[in-house]
C-alpha cells in the first residue's frame, strides 16, 4: 500500500507518461552526481515524477552560502552532508522512494566501475570539469548512458552521452581560463584582473611550495629573504615585502623610460607611511553599502595587506610553502585583495571593494536558481527520452542537446535545442585509438610489468613510455629501479596503484620506437581468472592499436614524403620553365 500523497502524484504522472513509461520510470534505477544548485532541483524533480530507486554521491556539506538556491536545504542543516539531507528532504514528497546517500567523492574508488554498473544511467549535477571528466570516463567505460548538464549565470546546457552513439564529454576541446600577457601582469597592468591576477600569483609565491610557473618567480629569491630567519616576525615581513613591491620595485619601474608614454604614464612608487596617511572617507555613494562592498582607504589597504603577512606568520606558520590561493580562505583573501589594490593605487587604476575583488579573484558568476531549475527540468525530460532509447540507437530517440540562454539570441526561445552529434574519432577518450585493459590488482600489478608484458607484449609497442595526467610514470630509458629513474622521478617497480591510478584511470602510451601513441583505459577486475590470465590483465578492446596507430602514421609519412616530392617536382619544373625563357 503506497502512501496517499504517493498514490495521488502517481497517477497523475501515469496520466501524462502513459502506463508502460511510467512503469519504464519506476523500474529504473539512477545515479545522480553532485546535490548542489542542480541536483537539488533534480532530485526532487525526479521523485516527483515517479523515479524511485536513486542514489546520491555529493562530497561537500551544507553552508550557509547554499541556501538562497539549494531550497532543500534549511539554516538547521548548515554542515550536515549534501547528499544526506537532500534525500532526507525529497523522501518527505514520496515517502516510497528508495534513495540511498553517499557523503564522498566520486573519484573515490569506492565509486569505480562496479558501483557504475548497478545503474540505469547516470545524471550529472556537478560544478567542476574535472569531476565531470571522471564521471564521463567512468560511464564510458560502463558502457552507461550519462546526463550532463551546467549552468554558469544566466546560461546553461544539458547533454545526453552513449558510448560509441554520441559525443562523450571530452570529444570537444573545452575552453581553457582566459590567459594574460606575461608583461601585462608583470609590468603593465591596465585593468584590475590584472593586478588581482599578480597578487593571486604572489601568495602562491610567498606561501606555497617552489613552484617555476608562477608568474612572479623571478621575485621568488627577494620573498625568500623576507621569510629566511627562523622567527620571521610577521608584520615586520608585510612591511619589507610592501617597501620591495609597492615602492623599490614600483620606482625601478619607472625607469624603464620605453615602457612609458603620454599615454600610459609610469606607475607612481608608494611608501607604507604615505599608504597610511591616505584615509579617505568613504564616498556618499558607499554609505549604504555593506562593509564588504565599500572601497577600502589605501591606508586600510596598507594595513591589511600587513595584517594578512602577520596572520600567515601567525596562526599559519606551519602552512607556509603549502598554501595555494582560495577565494573561500579569508586571509589568502585579504592579502590578495589588499595587494591588488595597492598594486592599483600604483598604477592609477581604480580600486576594488573586497566583494568585487573576491568575484574577480574567484571567477564567480553568481549561480542563478532559476537558471538551475530550467536545466535540472531539462535533465528530466532528457532522461525520459535515453530510457525509451535504450537498446536502440540514440540518434533515433528524440534526445537532444538543450541550451538554455538568457538573454534570448534570436526569435525569443530561451530554450534552443540541437542534435546530438556523432564521437570524434580522434577522441582522447572515446576514440578508437583506445585500448581497454582489465587488471586483477591495480596494487599488485608493477608500472614496468604493464608496460612490458601488456603495452609491449600485447599492443605491439616496441619501447613504450606511459603518462598519466600528463605526467610521464615510466619510462623506457629508465626500464629497473634505481638512483638515475629515481632522479628522473621514476619508479618502475612501484605499483599502480602507488601511482595513484583507479579503475577508470585513462593512461597514454606513447612508442618511442615506432612513434605512434595510443590511449589506454584501465579497469580493476578482482575475479580475473589465473588460468587464461597468468599475467594478471586482459586486453578487452583494442589489442590492434597499436598497429593501427603505427599503420596511419606510416601512411602519414608516405603522404608527406609524396607531398614533399611533388613539389620539389613543381619547383623544378618552374625553375626549368624560367631557365627556357632566359634561354629564349
Ligand atoms: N568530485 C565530486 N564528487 C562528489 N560531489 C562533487 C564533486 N565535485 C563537486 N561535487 C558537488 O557538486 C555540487 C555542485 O553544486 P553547485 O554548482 O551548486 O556548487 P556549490 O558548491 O553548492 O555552490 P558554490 O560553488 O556556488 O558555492 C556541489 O554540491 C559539490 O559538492
Ligand atoms: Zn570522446
Given at each position: 500500500?503506497?502512501?496517499?500523497?504517493?498514490?495521488?502524484?502517481?497517477?497523475?504522472?501515469?496520466?501524462?507518461?502513459?502506463?508502460?513509461?511510467?512503469?519504464?520510470?519506476?523500474?529504473?534505477?539512477?545515479?545522480?552526481?553532485?546535490?548542489?544548485g542542480?541536483?537539488?532541483?533534480?532530485?526532487?524533480?525526479?521523485?516527483?515524477?515517479?523515479?524511485?530507486?536513486?542514489?546520491?554521491?555529493?562530497?561537500?556539506?551544507?553552508?550557509?552560502?547554499?541556501?538562497?538556491?539549494?531550497?532543500?536545504?534549511?539554516?538547521?542543516?548548515?554542515?550536515?552532508?549534501?547528499?544526506?539531507?537532500?534525500?532526507?528532504?525529497?523522501?518527505?514528497?514520496?515517502?516510497?522512494?528508495?534513495?540511498?546517500?553517499?557523503?564522498?567523492?566520486?573519484?573515490?574508488?569506492?565509486?569505480?566501475?562496479?558501483?557504475?554498473?548497478?545503474?540505469?544511467?547516470?545524471?550529472?549535477?556537478?560544478?567542476?570539469?574535472?569531476?565531470?571528466?571522471?564521471?564521463?570516463?567512468?560511464?564510458?567505460?560502463?558502457?552507461?548512458?550519462?546526463?550532463?548538464?551546467g549552468s554558469t549565470g544566466h546560461l546553461g546546457?544539458?547533454?545526453?552521452?552513449?558510448?560509441?552513439?554520441?559525443?562523450?564529454?571530452?570529444?570537444?576541446?573545452?575552453?581553457?581560463?582566459?590567459?594574460?600577457?606575461?608583461?601585462?601582469?608583470?609590468?603593465?597592468?591596465?585593468?584590475?584582473?590584472?593586478?588581482?591576477?599578480?597578487?593571486?600569483?604572489?601568495?602562491?609565491?610567498?606561501?606555497?611550495?617552489?613552484?617555476?610557473?608562477?608568474?612572479?618567480?623571478?621575485?621568488?629569491?627577494?620573498?625568500?629573504?623576507?621569510?629566511?630567519?627562523?622567527?620571521?616576525?610577521?608584520?615586520?615581513?608585510?612591511?619589507?615585502?610592501?617597501?620591495?613591491?609597492?615602492?623599490?620595485?614600483?620606482?625601478?619601474?619607472?625607469?624603464?623610460?620605453?615602457?612609458?608614454?603620454?599615454?600610459?604614464?609610469?606607475?607612481?612608487?608608494?611608501?607604507?607611511?604615505?599608504?597610511?596617511?591616505?584615509?579617505?572617507?568613504?564616498?556618499?555613494?558607499?554609505?549604504?553599502?555593506?562593509?564588504?562592498?565599500?572601497?577600502?582607504?589605501?591606508?586600510?589597504?596598507?594595513?591589511?595587506?600587513?595584517?594578512?603577512?602577520?596572520?600567515?606568520?601567525?596562526?599559519?606558520?606551519?602552512?607556509?610553502?603549502?598554501?595555494?590561493?582560495?577565494?573561500?580562505?579569508?586571509?589568502?583573501?585579504?592579502?590578495?585583495?589588499?595587494?591588488?589594490?595597492?598594486?592599483?593605487?600604483?598604477?592609477?587604476?581604480?580600486?576594488?571593494?573586497?566583494?568585487?575583488?573576491?568575484s574577480?579573484?574567484?571567477s564567480i558568476i553568481p549561480a542563478v536558481a532559476s537558471t538551475n531549475?530550467?536545466?535540472?527540468?531539462?535533465?528530466?525530460?532528457?532522461?525520459?527520452?535515453?530510457?525509451?532509447?535504450?537498446?536502440?540507437?540514440?540518434?533515433?530517440?528524440?534526445?537532444?542537446?538543450?541550451?538554455v540562454r538568457f538573454p534570448?539570441?534570436?526569435?525569443?526561445?530561451?530554450?534552443?535545442?540541437?542534435?546530438?552529434?556523432?564521437?570524434?574519432?580522434?577522441?582522447?577518450?572515446?576514440?578508437?585509438?583506445?585500448?581497454?585493459?582489465?587488471?586483477?590488482?591495480?596494487?599488485?600489478?608493477?608500472?614496468?610489468?604493464?608496460?612490458?608484458?601488456?603495452?609491449?607484449?600485447?599492443?605491439?609497442?616496441?619501447?613504450?613510455?606511459?603518462?598519466?595526467?600528463?605526467?610521464?610514470?615510466?619510462?623506457?630509458?629508465?626500464?629497473?629501479?634505481?638512483?638515475?629513474?629515481?632522479?628522473?622521478?621514476?619508479?618502475?617497480?612501484?605499483?599502480?596503484?602507488?601511482?595513484?591510478?583507479?579503475?577508470?584511470?585513462?593512461?597514454?602510451?606513447?612508442?618511442?620506437?615506432?612513434?605512434?601513441?595510443?590511449?589506454?583505459?584501465?579497469?580493476?577486475?578482482?575475479?580475473?581468472?589465473?588460468?587464461?590470465?597468468?599475467?594478471?590483465?586482459?586486453?578487452?578492446?583494442?589489442?590492434?592499436?597499436?598497429?593501427?596507430?603505427?599503420?596511419?602514421?606510416?601512411?602519414?609519412?608516405?603522404?608527406?614524403?609524396?607531398?614533399?616530392?611533388?613539389?620539389?617536382?613543381?619547383?623544378?619544373?618552374?625553375?626549368?620553365?624560367?631557365?627556357?625563357?632566359?634561354?629564349?
Amino acid at each position: 500500500m503506497v502512501s496517499e500523497v504517493t498514490a495521488a502524484g502517481d497517477a497523475a504522472v501515469k496520466a501524462v507518461l502513459g502506463e508502460e513509461r511510467f512503469a519504464t520510470v519506476q523500474n529504473s534505477k539512477l545515479l545522480v552526481v553532485g546535490a548542489g544548485g542542480i541536483g537539488c532541483e533534480l532530485l526532487k524533480n525526479l521523485v516527483l515524477t515517479g523515479f524511485r530507486n536513486i542514489e546520491v554521491v555529493d562530497l561537500d556539506t551544507i553552508d550557509v552560502s547554499n541556501l538562497n538556491r539549494q531550497f532543500l536545504f534549511r539554516r538547521i542543516h548548515v554542515d550536515r552532508p549534501k547528499s544526506v539531507v537532500a534525500a532526507e528532504a525529497v523522501r518527505q514528497f514520496r515517502p516510497e522512494a528508495e534513495i540511498i546517500s553517499h557523503h564522498g567523492n566520486v573519484k573515490d574508488a569506492e565509486f569505480g566501475l562496479e558501483f557504475i554498473a548497478k545503474f540505469d544511467v547516470v545524471v550529472n549535477a556537478l560544478d567542476n570539469l574535472e569531476a565531470r571528466r571522471h564521471v564521463n570516463r567512468l560511464c564510458l567505460a560502463a558502457e552507461k548512458p550519462l546526463l550532463e548538464a551546467g549552468s554558469t549565470g544566466h546560461l546553461g546546457q544539458v547533454t545526453v552521452i552513449r558510448k560509441g552513439d554520441t559525443e562523450c564529454f571530452e570529444c570537444q576541446a573545452k575552453p581553457s581560463q582566459k590567459v594574460y600577457p606575461y608583461c601585462t601582469i608583470r609590468s603593465t597592468p591596465e585593468k584590475p584582473v590584472h593586478c588581482l591576477t599578480w597578487a593571486k600569483n604572489l601568495f602562491d609565491l610567498c606561501f606555497g611550495p617552489e613552484d617555476e610557473s608562477n608568474l612572479l618567480a623571478d621575485l621568488a629569491a627577494d620573498m625568500r629573504k623576507f621569510q629566511a630567519q627562523e622567527s620571521v616576525d610577521g608584520e615586520d615581513a608585510g612591511k619589507r615585502i610592501f617597501a620591495h613591491l609597492f615602492e623599490e620595485d614600483i620606482r625601478k619601474q619607472a625607469e624603464l623610460e620605453d615602457l612609458w608614454s603620454d599615454q600610459r604614464p609610469p606607475p607612481g612608487p608608494l611608501s607604507y607611511e604615505e599608504a597610511l596617511k591616505k584615509n579617505e572617507c568613504p564616498t556618499d555613494a558607499d554609505k549604504d553599502k555593506l562593509e564588504t562592498q565599500k572601497v577600502p582607504s589605501v591606508a586600510g589597504d596598507a594595513k591589511g595587506f600587513v595584517a594578512s603577512v602577520a596572520k600567515m606568520y601567525g596562526e599559519r606558520r606551519d602552512l607556509i610553502g603549502q598554501s595555494s590561493f582560495s577565494k573561500d580562505d579569508p586571509i589568502a583573501m585579504d592579502f590578495v585583495h589588499c595587494a591588488a589594490n595597492l598594486r592599483m593605487q600604483n598604477y592609477r587604476i581604480p580600486r576594488l571593494s573586497r566583494w568585487d575583488a573576491q568575484s574577480i579573484a574567484g571567477s564567480i558568476i553568481p549561480a542563478v536558481a532559476s537558471t538551475n531549475a530550467i536545466v535540472a527540468g531539462l535533465e528530466v525530460v532528457q532522461l525520459l527520452h535515453v530510457l525509451q532509447s535504450l537498446g536502440k540507437p540514440m540518434k533515433e530517440s528524440r534526445a537532444r542537446t538543450v541550451w538554455v540562454r538568457f538573454p534570448e539570441p534570436s526569435r525569443k526561445k530561451i530554450l534552443q535545442p540541437s542534435s546530438l552529434h556523432s564521437p570524434n574519432p580522434d577522441c582522447f577518450v572515446c576514440g578508437s585509438r583506445t585500448a581497454r585493459v582489465a587488471l586483477r590488482s591495480l596494487e599488485d600489478c608493477k608500472i614496468a610489468a604493464l608496460a612490458k608484458g601488456c603495452i609491449q607484449g600485447q599492443l605491439g609497442a616496441h619501447k613504450p613510455a606511459l603518462y598519466a595526467n600528463g605526467s610521464c610514470i615510466f619510462d623506457p630509458e629508465y626500464p629497473e629501479p634505481g638512483p638515475e629513474a629515481e632522479e628522473e622521478g621514476l619508479h618502475p617497480d612501484w605499483s599502480l596503484a602507488q601511482w595513484g591510478l583507479s579503475s577508470g584511470s585513462l593512461l597514454q602510451v606513447e612508442d618511442e620506437g615506432q612513434g605512434w601513441s595510443i590511449n589506454l583505459a584501465i579497469r580493476e577486475e578482482p575475479d580475473l581468472d589465473e588460468q587464461p590470465f597468468p599475467g594478471g590483465f586482459k586486453v578487452e578492446a583494442g589489442a590492434g592499436a597499436g598497429e593501427e596507430a603505427a599503420k596511419d602514421l606510416a601512411e602519414k609519412k608516405r603522404k608527406a614524403e609524396a607531398d614533399a616530392q611533388e613539389a620539389s617536382a613543381a619547383k623544378k619544373a618552374a625553375l626549368d620553365a624560367n631557365t627556357v625563357a632566359l634561354d629564349d
